[in-house]
């Protein structure tokens, strides 16, 4: 059936747009047949269908190009259902040159509604796969298990990319009658790990699985996390919690595994870290529907942290339009060192310098993540390495909030840096050294575990101040007072590739937060 006549623009869930389908209804129509055994036609007030009796429409439908986001077909459906299975199609025309195709994501949400952050998700795979099914036994990955109530459900289209001459669609959804069956106790994971105390301590807070575009299952990445020697890892499936009651079993005493989200609204990716278990976050607005402050504050009541994702990726909506004013931190470093890294430090280090001019002592923390999805890609490339009171959820956000954290490209990269006011004063890294604006400072920066001919840089509110290939002892020293640096940061940096006339250092191995200087 072709329903374009009946598309109606609503904003209703707070989004750039919606668009609403007049509703199916399963009870009434009967051009679907129901299934052997039933012998009955399943409209309203007729008795329930025998167990194993499906119920199939099929919906279909054109999209123009500049349709709103969100495109929502409304499903009446009925008392008795044990299982609801949804499958789609669209189609990819060719589209010329230096234009964008068709790309289309799903999702559904039950008879609770579709109200911006309500209570109605039950899940969303994006563009990752074709179909899913939900029961209360059982879901597919990135689908909540649970019964299937009678009501209006809605199936959602995210129509992410049209084509300049539409897209067309093909939506099929099949109720099975039944019992509803029994939903899974969850077992989240355990919010710390037991007897181990103040500490460095690495982690991974962007990853994804089979629960939304990744190829990997969940006991995979707890296996190369391991791997990784890791001790921590943030749960980051897009738009979904669905891996949540799925992770305690990976846990254990040597791997912390937080629960948590990947927001990818159509302004912008950002992490929900360390999340309440089954706590789900609504992607579903841009920067001009001012709904982002409301989110964060539901992340932050949740007992998670807001870290902005790759702000210059390179892939659509995915750079960060949000501004900086209500986050704990910032992903300067996203998997294998690229443009879109340097672009990203460089736009964290100015803001360290707006910090510095007000005087405030009220600044933005930097932190690296693999964002791994399938091989080839690396957990723990990057990983954040975060100075914590304890390998706990609570703990390891402090620390993440405070900046005593830097980042390394993998487990072997070991560093220190400090600073030593005359007096004996002295700071880490995310601390403050406390001294007269014209003492002298002592700033040392030690590694091991990087490649021979590194760059050490050491870099202030002015930039770099010192340059050097890594020396024999592993360690440089720079003397300085708090008048001539704000603050002072390090960076480990590959060497320069051969022919490489861009003037930027090589990618990094190494990145810290920065040591304040002076009293504020």
Avoid at 281 to 298: G, H, L, V
Avoid at 386 to 403: E, F, K, P, T, Y
Avoid at 407 to 423: K, W
Wanted: glycine content about 12%; some cysteine.
């Amino acid at each position: 059936m072709d329903r374009r006549d009946v598309l109606k623009l609503s904003a209703s869930a707070g989004a750039a747009g919606v668009l609403t389908l007049a509703p199916v209804d399963f009870a009434a129509a009967s051009d679907s047949g129901a299934g052997p055994g039933s012998g009955q036609d399943p409209a309203a007030g007729s008795p329930t269908p025998a167990d194993g009796t499906e119920v199939t429409r099929t919906l279909t439908g054109h999209l123009p190009t500049g349709v709103a986001d969100f495109v929502y077909l409304p499903l009446n459906v009925p008392r008795g259902v044990r299982q609801i299975a949804v499958s789609y199609t669209y189609d990819r025309p060719d589209v010329p040159a230096g234009l964008l195709g068709n790309a289309c994501d799903i999702g559904i949400f039950d008879q609770h509604g579709t109200d911006l952050g309500g209570r109605g998700f039950r899940g969303w795979s994006g563009g990752a796969r074709t179909e899913f099914s939900i029961s209360a036994e059982q879901a597919t990955p990135g689908y909540l298990p649970g019964p299937v109530e009678a009501g209006t459900w809605h199936v959602v289209l995210g129509p992410y990319t049209v084509a300049p001459q539409g897209l067309d669609y093909s939506v099929t959804v099949t109720l099975t009658f039944g019992d509803r069956g029994t939903t899974p106790v969850p077992d989240y994971p355990p919010e710390q790990v037991r007897g181990r105390g103040r500490g460095w301590y690495r982690g991974d807070c962007h990853l994804h699985t089979v629960h939304s575009d990744g190829k990997r299952t969940l006991e995979q990445l707890a296996a190369l996390a391991r791997a990784a020697k890791l001790d921590f890892i943030n749960s980051s499936d897009h738009n979904t919690s669905s891996a949540h009651p799925l992770l305690g079993p990976l846990a254990g005493d040597d791997l912390l595994i937080l629960t948590g989200e990947e927001i990818t609204t159509r302004n912008g990716h950002y992490l929900a870290i360390g999340l309440d278990g089954g706590e789900w976050i609504d992607w579903r607005y841009r920067a001009r529907d001012d709904a982002f402050d409301r989110f964060a504050r539901q992340i932050r009541r949740a007992g998670g942290i807001v870290v902005p994702a790759h702000p210059y990726g390179t892939s659509l909506a995915s750079q960060w339009k949000f501004g900086y004013d209500n986050v704990d931190a910032i992903e300067v470093w996203n998997g294998p060192w690229t443009a879109d890294d340097e672009a990203s430090l460089l736009t964290w280090d100015n803001l360290l310098t707006g910090a510095a001019r007000r005087g405030d002592g009220q600044w933005l923390p930097a932190m690296g993540n693999s964002d791994a999805h399938r091989d080839p890609d690396v957990v723990g490339l990057p990983q954040t390495v975060v100075l914590a009171d304890g390998l706990d959820r609570r703990s390891l956000q402090a620390g993440i909030r405070a900046g005593h954290s830097w980042i390394a490209e993998n487990a072997d990269v070991r560093l220190s840096l400090s600073a030593t006011g005359p007096h004996g004063e002295h700071a880490g890294i995310g601390d403050r050294l406390q001294v007269a604006a014209d003492a002298e400072v002592t700033v040392r920066l030690q590694v091991a575990g990087v490649p021979a001919g590194s760059l050490l840089r050491l870099l202030t509110d002015e930039g770099q101040v010192v340059g050097q290939v890594l020396p024999a002892s592993g360690a440089v020293e720079w003397t300085t007072t708090a008048s001539l640096a704000s603050y002072v940061r390090a960076e480990v940096r590959h060497p320069t590739a051969a022919g490489d006339t861009s003037g930027l250092p090589g990618p990094a191995v190494a990145l810290t937060n920065p040591i304040w200087l002076g009293r504020r």
